[in-house]
C-alpha cells in the first residue's frame, strides 16, 4: 500500500510539471478544490480556466493563442502515436486545416474548437487503443511482482492520460512479460524432457523415485510462477540417479557390444549406426547430461531391436 501511494505522489508530482510546463502553474495548485471535468472527467482545480487533460475551455477569458500552441505541440507528439497504433484519422487533418486558417485570421477561438476536436478525438481513441493492448497482459499479472507493479504503474498513467510516461513503462512490462513467457516454454520443454527421460530410464529398470521427487519440487516452484529457479532444480534431477543410470548403462553396453559385433561379422549396416549412437553417448556421459544419455540409450536399444 504504501509504495502506491508513493507512486501516487510522484504521479502528483509529475503532473505539476506538465502544468508548469503548460503556462498554467498560477491556476493549479494544489491547495485548490478539484472539480471534475465535464468533458472527460479528469479532476481538475476548480479555478482552472481550461482542463490540462482534454483542454476544454472553462473560462472564456482564456489565452486562446496559448492553447492552440499548446494543441499544436501536443498534436505533433500525438499523430505519430496515432499512425502506428493504425488510430483511424477521421477528420483530423481536415481539423487542423481548419484552425490553421481560422489562427491566419486571428480568430483564435475558433481555431481552438477545431484543434480541440482534432485532440480531443484522438487522445481518446489512443488511450483506449493502448488501454486494450495493456489488458492483454492483466492474465500476467499473477506472474511475478514486478510484471504487477509495471501494470498498476502503466494502467495509473493511461488514466492520466500521460502518455509519455505509460510508453516507457509499457515498454518495460513487456519486456518483462516477453522474458516470463519464455522461462515458461524453456520450463514446460524441459520438464517434457525430463519426464521422457524418466520413462525411458523406467524401461531399463532403473528406480526412478528419487529422480521424480526432484521433478515434483520443480513443478512446486513453478505453481510459484519461478519458472527460471524451477528449469535449474530440473537440470538437476537426474544427479540423484546418476549410479544407477551408470550401472545400467553398463549393463546395456555388454548387449550393445555383442550386438555389434554380430552385426559387423554378419555385414549388416546397422552396427556403423549403433556405433555411431554409441560415440554420441559417450559425449553426452563426459558431459554429465544424463537425459540426452538416456536418450541415446533408448535409440540404441530402438536400432538394436529392428
Ligand atoms: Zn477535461
Redo the contacts with the bound molecule.
Sequence with gaps: MAEENIDEIIQEILSEEKKVDEGKEEDLLPSEELYE??????Q?SEEAQ???????VFDENVDYKMLIETLIKKLKFLVPIANQLNVPKENVNLHIKEAKKYAAKEDYPSGYAHLHDAYFYLIKSVVERFSQELEKYEIMMGMNNEIRELYGKASGYLDEWDLENFITVFGQLKEKASELSKDLREYLEKLEEVENALAIARKFGIDTNKASNVVDTAKDIADDKKYSDAIKVLDEALTPIKDEIENAMGSFLTLVKEEVMRATYSGKGSAKKIIRLVREMKIYWDEGNLVKVLEKMDEISKEMSK
Design positions: 471535468c465535464p468533458v472527460c472527467h479528469h481538475v481550461f482542463c490540462p487533460y482534454c483542454f476544454a
